[in-house]
């Protein structure tokens, strides 16, 4: 067993699975039936689409919790290109994030669309800042769209918020669709943009109530019975001079079996952000090399809305391949989003692989 698989199964088998796990698997089950019943499966391209931060909660009853940098907005939007391009899409995001079709919206209150009538008796629209809406961000085609999703039931929407869910949500999909398609997992296209904790506190070692600050609380033994024995990564006390320490264990790399168990034959993609672009392609070319994946994206939290470099390895499997897509100057003053250049691009490089094995 390799270090990841360890890593992996002591997970699962010491952290509890969430309690909706079951609605979820349902749900999911039901989904890939419809599709497989109306003949879509044999059809249609599938994409798993992770968006959004995980968190780590730092307590049982959570009060706080450490959080990972996404405002889902590269998942939403590209979920909503994969099913403009005739994808089915499942949409794994983070609770509360943007989501496909509404991402349009975000800064828009909907209470100001609205408007009161006939002395306070009935509800009306208000049709002036209604046709402003749609001049401005095109609402009748998005609005055309999602109706037209929804009613095909294009895209099943899966939310978590800790790294404990996303995780056993993730695993759960992927047992899922590696049973549906089968031989036929070329069809299916893994695109990993959510941003997932790297560090974590197991559930058993949490403290069961909010972290006292108060030292004199932290030292009352009534207290100190009160709290699980277990609770010994965080750290705060007298000897402390009431300092919190944390002690975080790290979270089992999961990309390793999602390419080796599950879609060995799938084209998955992961996504690296960095900060320092000194780092972004070594770190790329790292993941590559490490998980033994198709494709990574990588992006730098400062332009990455203007920018994202593909890289991946040659044909002859003999070094990489960079190339990078850029907005111009007034595609970033016209508010062009990255993802309509760069999502044609993956849906080339995966129709290839699905010619790949079909010609087989
Ligand atoms: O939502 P936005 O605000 O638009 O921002 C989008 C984004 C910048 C978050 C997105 O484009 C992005 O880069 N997402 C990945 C962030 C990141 O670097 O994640 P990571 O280092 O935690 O993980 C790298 C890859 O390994 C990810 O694809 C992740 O799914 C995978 N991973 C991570 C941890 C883990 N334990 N197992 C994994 O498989």
Redesign the pocket.
Known sequence: MTVENEQESDFFATNPAPKNLPQISAKLHEFLEFHQENGNLNKKKIVLV????TTVPLENNTVRFID????????SLSAEYFLNNGYLVIFLHREF??LPFLNHFGNINFLDLLQIENDGQKLGLDKNKVSKLNSDHNLLKVLKNYKYHTANRNYLSISFTTINEY?FTLRAISEDLKNFYEEKNFRILIY???????FFIPQSELPEHKIQSNLAILEDPQYQQSQNPEAKQIEISSSTNGKLKLNLDP?????KT?VDRWYNNSFII?????TDDGLLIKKCKQ?LARYDHQLV?G?L?QS??EKVVFVNKNIDQQGYKEDWFKLKENEILDGVQIESIFIPELIKLHDNWIDHFESK
């Open positions: 992770t968006s959004g931060g990972n940098f996404s405002a889902g907005t590269r998942g994030s943007l995780l990993l943009a959510a941003a997932v904790s790297d979270v089992p790399k999961f990309l999602i992961s996504f690296k952000l960095e993941a994206i992006n939290l990455r809305k």
